[in-house]
């Protein structure tokens, strides 16, 4: 079975450029049978959704995703919670459910969330509670109520994962979240306040329940970063397409090749 995963689509920033054509056609080509995308589809639950549905009926292949912090943010006259509730009643959303691959597969998923233990100051020296530095602000501070209780929904999607976890005890498991799992793809270098940002790209206690359980492949997005890392059996795969604007970063050359920067950040699984 081949298994492409991809992060970070942005359909609605990166609206200038054939998103949803070009991945298309690359699912189809590469003969992948499934495809996983670890959030950040659009900032609409309702263009997620059926973004999602349309590339499912298009390709017929199964795809299933998470939602990341972007798909989640509030919007006129739906909270937080009810946002995700539409997720979790999406048959193609991985959020508390686990998705049987064969016999001796599965995978799980939900969107994980952020302690601060990806930071490396100090939380005795630094306001995290704020999510503001030098006048920046986070936006998940101003645009979804998860931020209230941050170390609190990190607990929340560690239960969630757990359980979904414990459903497919003595398969091989993939696990998808959106939020990072350790720290092999936080933003290094580039000073003080992306060491204070990084508090808002994961949790290292998703990557000790992964290593705990002997998760096969850890799929997580959000950073933008397109990297992988191995340890102890675990491949961690950051596949982020990220946005337009970011693109050169990655290859100037093909700063405005939608077709380039979807290979590189797509990646695949054989089981």
């Excluded at 599965?106 to 100051?121: E, R």
Aim: charged share 25%; glycine share 8%; net charge negative.
């Amino acid at each position: 079975m081949k298994i492409a995963a991809v992060s970070d689509l942005h359909v609605d920033v990166n609206k200038d450029y054939a998103v949803f054509d070009t991945l298309k056609e690359m699912l189809i080509s590469s003969k992948a049978d499934m495809l996983l995308i670890a959030g950040d589809i659009s900032e609409c639950c309702h263009t997620t959704i059926s973004w999602v549905k349309d590339l499912e009926s298009i390709t017929r292949i199964p795809v299933y995703y998470v939602p990341g912090n972007h798909d989640l943010w509030r919007l006129e006259g739906l909270g937080n919670d009810e946002i995700y509730s539409m997720y979790l009643s999406d048959p193609r959303c991985l959020c508390g459910k686990s998705i049987p691959l064969g016999r001796s597969w599965a995978v799980v998923g939900d969107v994980g969330w952020y302690d601060y233990t990806l930071s490396p100051l100090s939380p005795e020296t630094c306001d995290f509670d704020s999510m503001t530095y030098n006048g920046r602000t986070w936006q998940d501070k101003l645009r979804n109520s998860w931020s209230r209780d941050n170390k609190g929904r990190t607990t929340v999607m560690l239960e969630s994962l757990n359980r979904t976890i414990s459903l497919s005890e003595g398969k091989n498991i993939i696990a998808v979240t959106h939020m990072l799992v350790n720290d092999d793809f936080i933003v290094r270098g580039r000073g003080r306040e992306w060491d204070y940002f990084n508090a808002f790209l994961g949790s290292k206690e998703f990557g000790k329940l992964f290593m705990r359980c002997s998760i096969r492949y850890s799929i997580a997005g959000h950073v933008h970063f397109r990297k992988e890392a191995f340890h102890d059996g675990t491949r961690f795969i950051c596949p982020c397409l990220g946005y337009s604007s970011e693109w050169g970063l990655y290859d100037e050359k093909h700063a405005d090749d939608v077709f380039f920067q979807l290979s590189s950040s797509l990646r695949f699984i054989e089981i």
